[in-house]
Structures are given as C-alpha cells and as structure tokens.
C-alpha cells in the first residue's frame, strides 16, 4: 500500500515551507517516528518525523529553494 507523506503543518500560521534535505533515500526502510527530511519554514529548520513505516517508495519533491504548500504530498511510502 502507498502511503502519501505531506509537506506537514509545523505552527498555526504556516501555510508553506520548503524541504531542506531528505534525511533517506528511496529504498531506505522506515521506521514510525524517525526523522525523514529537513523543512525549512520562515522562522526555523526542524526534522519531520514519519507518521507511517514503511519503505521510502518515491520522492516527489526534491530540495529547492522553491516554497511547497502545506499538504502537498512530498514523497510516498510502500507499506
């Protein structure tokens, strides 16, 4: 089963931010909690956690300066 991973809401105000850097690589195993990619907002650079296990399936956003909104689906996993 593929299981979206979204650019996730990290403050009441944020609506946007962009990934500073994935933490693993398509292929890597995945555990609930482990931190995963680095997203960069306006005030700070903080570690998203996975929400699901799995196998990291497919990342559909790379780092960039470009700025992705909240929800966004960012990668997949295959769990």
Known sequence: MRIPIHMPKLGYDMEEGRIESWLVAVGDEVKRGQPIAEIETDKIVIEMESLAGGVLAEIVVEP????????????????
């Open 64 to 79: 960039s300066e470009d700025l992705i909104d909240v929800g966004t689906v960012i990668g997949y996993l295959e769990g």
